[in-house]
């Protein structure tokens, strides 16, 4: 018969004549193992979410949440943040002279360290005044009082593939899991119809890092983003491509399962298995589920036109943007959007014409961006939806070929709206250059503790078991990472 697990809030009643398997834990080795199974009860009470069976049954975090899903906004390739979100009147001021202290690059062509103006007019917007650039950005300006600006982030390494690794798994190496792995593990998905870590990327291409965006690394392969398309049909092979006489799919999936069943019991411990088999449970509910929930065309005109789908420079992206809301209204936990592809799937890399190259992506992103926000806002799905838009790092304040900007990664800018976050709030501050984050600093891991914190968990007590070590996002101790309350509209929770 099949023990019920423990819990550590159990009552315990007289001793009963026949030995118990804890019993003979209590008064065998010294009372070693009952030390030991107290010290596992402890610590399985101490993780909460993320453990227990591996599945995609929605779970409770360790304390009330205030958000329930998260949208992230992926702006690859280091957006420049003295040209967008964070102005800087030094730069046009010493503009052609020698920056004040030596400048850390990365490509030829920046050695001079000599500082590279701007074009573009910046303004306060809302009720807030936070500053965006009116030449760029004007859209998320509009929604300034929802968005928090955090001008303090930095990074570990400036190339794009440690960067983006770093951005969504905490640090620099392959092989980690990516924050949306992470939430899916801990807290699953309200919808059993559908993937709890969507992707929606760009159908012409992949952005640099390619499927290590979204990888589960050693986690359950289940927790790992899954593509779905913005163009054609938005999963594929989801249908049987010659049809079938009635009852015989259905055949097939009952045999399927009985196979699959006898796999498991032969190999209890592959989670690679198991992730197939559910992957395939899954495929044959989505068939009833996927295509009403992707298909953007049910949205009204007003909606559509909220995103700029439908128009040649925004339809792309906003319809990634748009798909993410309805994916959210259906319980998805974590959707991934990518940038377009440009420039070999670095959209916001501007070695060279920056002026000429930056308006082209950003008029991409603006408006389906603030798009996103401003439509969860009014169908009250902000509050309890995070939405990010960052890239893996910054640009220097310096010029590069005379008509660039290098990579950056002492200082960025990262915008973090609804799920409790601060609207119309800027933290931190860089130098008078952007060069240098110099006030409350924000870490890549401390902004991925403050976003767990939200979701209503500890990142110092999600951890999972990997080579004989509990194994967190944030690499708690090692990172110190620490949860930001000024970023926050409450205290923290507990």
């Not at 960067?163 to 998905?189: C, D, Q």
């Not at 968990?457 to 090692?478: I, K, M």
């Amino acid at each position: 018969m099949k023990q019920p697990m423990l819990t550590g809030n159990e009552s315990f009643a007289p001793v009963a004549p026949t030995m118990t398997r804890r019993s003979v834990l209590q008064q065998t080795g010294l009372g070693i193992g009952s030390l030991a199974l107290s010290h596992l009860v402890q610590q399985d009470r101490a993780r909460g979410a993320g453990s227990g069976s591996f599945d995609l049954q929605p779970k409770p975090g360790h304390f009330p949440a205030q958000a329930k899903s998260v949208i992230m906004l992926l702006m690859n390739g280091g957006p420049s943040q003295m040209d967008l979100f964070d102005p800087k009147p030094a730069l046009n001021k010493y503009a052609g002279q020698k920056h004040p202290e030596d400048v850390e690059s990365f490509q030829p062509g920046s050695e001079q360290d000599i500082v590279k103006g701007t074009t573009f007019k910046f303004q306060r917007y809302g009720q807030s005044g936070l500053d965006f650039s009116a030449d760029l950005v004007p859209y998320l300006g509009s929604v300034a009082d929802d968005v928090c600006q955090i001008r303090s982030m930095w990074s570990d390494n400036n190339n794009h593939p440690q960067g983006m690794r770093v951005l969504n798994t905490g640090k620099i190496f392959l092989g980690r899991p990516t924050l949306g792995s992470w939430v899916s593990y801990a807290l699953g998905s309200e919808n059993q119809n559908l993937p709890a870590y969507i992707v929606l990327r760009d159908p012409d291409g992949y952005n640099n890092g390619g499927t290590t965006i979204w990888t589960n690394g050693w986690l359950p392969a289940m927790y790992g983003g899954s593509e779905v398309q913005s163009k054609g049909a938005p999963v594929l092979n989801l249908k049987p491509a010659v049809k079938t006489p009635a009852g015989v799919q259905q055949a097939n999936l009952s045999l399927l399962a009985a196979l699959n069943q006898e796999r498991r019991k032969r190999y209890p411990q592959d989670s690679r298995l198991e992730a197939r088999i559910q992957h395939y449970e899954l495929a044959a509910r989505m068939q009833l589920a996927a295509e009403q929930t992707l298909d953007v065309s049910r949205e009204t005109a007003s909606t559509r036109a909220l995103y700029g789908v439908d128009q040649p420079e925004t339809d792309g992206f906003g319809r990634r943007c748009l798909m993410a809301r309805r994916l959210v209204e259906s319980g998805v936990r974590f959707i991934l959007v990518t940038a377009p592809i440009q420039h070999g799937g670095m959209p916001w890399d501007h070695h060279g014409s920056l002026d000429r190259d930056i308006p082209k992506i950003s008029r991409q992103v603006d408006k389906p961006s603030a798009g996103l926000i401003a439509d969860l806002k009014q169908r009250g799905l902000l509050d309890e939806t995070i939405v990010i838009w960052s890239g893996e790092f910054g640009r220097l304040p310096t010029g590069q070929r005379g008509t660039g900007r290098d990579h950056n990664r002492f200082a960025f800018t990262t915008l973090v709206a609804g799920g409790g976050f601060r609207g119309g709030y800027a933290h931190g501050a860089t130098d008078p250059f952007g060069y240098k984050a110099v006030d409350d600093l924000v870490s890549c891991p401390d902004l991925h503790a403050t976003l767990l914190h939200q979701l209503g968990l500890d990142h110092n007590a999600l951890s999972f078991r990997h080579s004989g070590r509990d194994e967190t996002l944030t690499d708690s101790p090692v990172t110190e990472a620490q949860v930001v309350t000024e970023l926050l509209q409450g205290p923290l929770r507990v």
